[in-house]
DNA sequence: CTGATATGACTCACGAGTAAGTTACCACCA
DNA sequence: TGGTGGTAACTTACTCGTGAGTCATATCAG
C-alpha cells in the first residue's frame, strides 16, 4: 500500500480503529490480540496506531472506556426504574442481553482475563470495578440486611457469588449464540423460580422487555 | 553452576521439580510463568527441564494432572458419602477448603484463564473438565427434575451458575487467606440459609468436618 | 569407560515500539 | 484560475527485548 493521506480525518480514522480494535480484543483477549492484527483488520498499518493512540495499552484503553460505559448505562437504566432485589436482577440481565444482542464482543472486553494488571487501560478497568462494585454491593447489603445478616465478610462473600452468578448467566447466553434475549430472560425467570420459589409476579412483556413494577414473590 | 550429575535421581528431580512449577503457574498463571523461573526456583537449569519434559507445555500438562487428580479425589470422597443437594454442596465445599488449605496454588493451576487452549496440557485440562462437568450437571439435573424442570438448556445454565457458585466462593476464601476452612465452611452454611432459608439440620462438627448425615430443609 | 545427569551459550520467532520518509489535501497568494 | 508551501495522514523497514527451545560439552556414579 502506498504512503500519504487517503483523505480520512482523524477523528474518522480513531473511530474506526476503536471499533475494530474493540471487537478483536473482545473475542480473542488483550493477550492473543497483537496491534499488527488491529491495524490489518482495519486496513491500515501499525504505526498510524501508535501515532493515535500511543501504545497497544492506550488503544485497549479507550475500548475498555468505551464498552464499560455501553455496560455501565445499562446498570443505571436498570437502576433509574426503582425495582429492587430478584425483579431488579431479572431486569438488569434482560437489559444486558438485549444491549449486547447487537455487539457481544463488548462484555469480554470488559472481563478480560488477560488484560494487563498495570497501566492506563488497568485504571479504566478499575474505576469502572470500582463504581460496579459499589452498586453491587450495596444491593447484596441491603436484601442481608432484611435477611438479618450484617456481617461484613458475609456481605462480601454474598456478593461475590451474586456477581458470579450474573456473570455466568451472561456468559452462558454468549455461549449460546442462537438464543434471542427475550428467551433468556424467560430461562431466567424459570432458573430464579426454580431456586428461589414462585416468581409469577415477573412477567415478561415478550417485545418489550419486562414489566418494571414486577416484585419479587419472596 | 559447574555441570555433571548431583547425585538426583531422574524421578526424584522431576517430582521436585513438579512441586515447584505447580506453585509457580499456580500463582502466576501459565502465560506470566516462564520456564526460566521454573528453573530458577528448583535451583536447576533450562535444559534440564526440557530434558525430562520437552516443552513448557509438556511441564503444565504434569502439574495440571497432578492439581487435578487432588481436586477430584476430593469431589470424588464428598460424592461418596451418599449426600444430595445443598448438603453434598456444602460438604464439597468444607472438603475443598480443606484439601487446599496446605497447598492454595493447586486451584488456580486448574482454572488459569492463561493456560494454553490446544497441546497436551489443554488436553488435561479438557478430560478432567469433562468429568467435572458430568458430576456436576447429573446433580443438578436430578434437583430440577424434582423442582420439575426438564429442559436441557435450562439445565446446562443452572449448571454453569452452581459451578459458578462453586468457583466464587472458593475464590473468595482463597482472596482471605486469614480465613480457616472451618469458618469458611460456616460463612457458607449461613449464606445458603439466608439464601434457601433454614438449614439448621445442617451443623458444623468444629474440628473434624461436616456431619455427613445433614440433609437439607428444603 | 559408558551413560545418566547436568549446564553455558546459543538460535529463532514474535510482538511492541520507532525513525524516517511519502503522498494528498488545503489555505493562501498571484 | 492555477500554482505552492505547510501540514495532517499514512507506510516501509527497521530496532529491541523476551521467552521458547536446542546444541555441544562437562562431570560424576557404577
Keep these: 500500500m502506498t504512503a500519504g493521506t487517503k483523505g480520512v480525518a482523524r477523528a474518522d480514522r480513531e473511530a474506526q480503529i476503536v471499533e475494530v480494535a474493540c471487537r478483536a480484543f473482545g473475542e480473542n483477549g488483550y493477550a492473543a490480540t497483537s496491534v499488527s492484527d488491529v491495524a490489518e483488520a482495519a486496513g491500515i498499518s501499525k504505526p498510524l496506531i501508535y501515532n493515535y493512540f500511543g501504545s497497544k495499552d492506550g488503544l485497549h484503553a479507550v475500548c475498555v472506556e468505551h464498552a464499560a460505559a455501553v455496560l455501565w448505562s445499562e446498570f443505571e ?4 426504574t426503582g425495582t429492587v432485589g430478584l425483579a431488579r436482577a431479572v431486569l438488569t440481565l434482560d437489559g444486558m442481553f438485549r444491549a449486547l444482542a447487537p455487539q457481544r464482543w463488548i462484555w469480554r472486553l470488559v472481563f478480560d482475563p488477560t488484560a494487563p494488571a498495570q497501566g492506563v487501560s488497568a485504571d479504566a478497568l478499575t474505576a469502572y470495578e470500582e463504581r460496579l462494585f459499589t452498586l453491587g454491593e450495596d444491593g447484596v447489603k441491603e436484601l442481608m440486611r432484611v435477611a438479618g445478616n450484617t456481617d461484613p465478610d458475609d ?12 456473570r455466568s448467566l451472561v456468559g452462558w447466553w454468549l455461549d449460546h449464540p442462537g438464543i434471542s434475549p427475550d428467551a433468556m430472560s424467560q430461562r431466567c425467570v424459570r432458573l430464579f423460580s426454580t431456586v428461589f420459589g414462585d416468581l409469577d409476579a415477573l412477567a415478561i412483556t415478550p417485545g418489550g422487555g419486562l414489566a418494571s413494577d414486577a416484585v419479587p414473590s419472596q
Design 77 to 80: 437504566r436498570s437502576t433509574a
Design 155 to 166: 456481605v462480601s462473600a454474598m456478593h461475590a457469588v451474586w456477581e458470579s452468578m450474573f
